[in-house]
């Protein structure tokens, strides 16, 4: 089993913003109605969204709960690079859906990001996000700010992903 990289486990949960780490939220519109709103959050949930932005996903379950461990990625063959994470908490409320996973030994980066899907008071259906994560691997120490800039790259197409699932017939 691997082992979390990083010592503030469930720090998105409690809102709290870890030394050390880069922050980053996030919330982008992806349709309208409760329909909408019950396709994203399975979209979400069943690590559809993952794989519509162009992952690869091996996870220890169907869906997210927490413990469930997932190994996922881009490339292909030698080629691919992998990140390994645990869910380590969700949320399954009438208006907020997500999870939050942090980082495993073997993961580029260290830290958690909070995937969430909400509808408000309008309608509104929303991808919410909220990372905090600080460069693990060499690879991504040497690569500086540009891994924040490919971490915003993926939270946009999760977000993409997600108004594609949200809104198809």
Request: glycine letters at 8%.
């Amino acid at each position: 089993m691997r082992s979390f990289t990083y010592p503030d486990v469930g720090a998105t949960r409690e809102g709290r913003r870890p030394a050390g780490y880069h922050h980053r939220s996030a919330r982008f519109r992806i349709a309208r109605g409760r329909e909408a709103f019950h396709a994203a959050t399975e979209g979400l949930m069943s690590w559809n969204v993952h794989r519509r932005a162009g992952l690869w996903v091996q996870a220890s379950h169907d869906y997210a709960a927490p413990d469930v461990e997932l190994a996922s990625g881009l490339g292909l063959g030698p080629l691919r690079m992998r990140f390994y994470a645990r869910v380590v908490w969700t949320i399954n409320e009438q208006d907020r859906v997500g999870f939050a996973y942090g980082t495993l030994t073997g993961h580029p980066l260290s830290g958690e990001e909070l995937l969430m899907v909400e509808i408000d008071d309008a309608d509104d259906v929303w991808f919410a996000t909220t990372v905090v994560s600080r460069p693990h691997a060499w690879y991504a120490r040497l690569a500086g700010p540009v891994t924040r800039i490919v971490q915003g790259m993926a939270i946009r197409r999760y977000a993409t992903a997600a108004r594609r699932l949200a809104t198809a017939p």
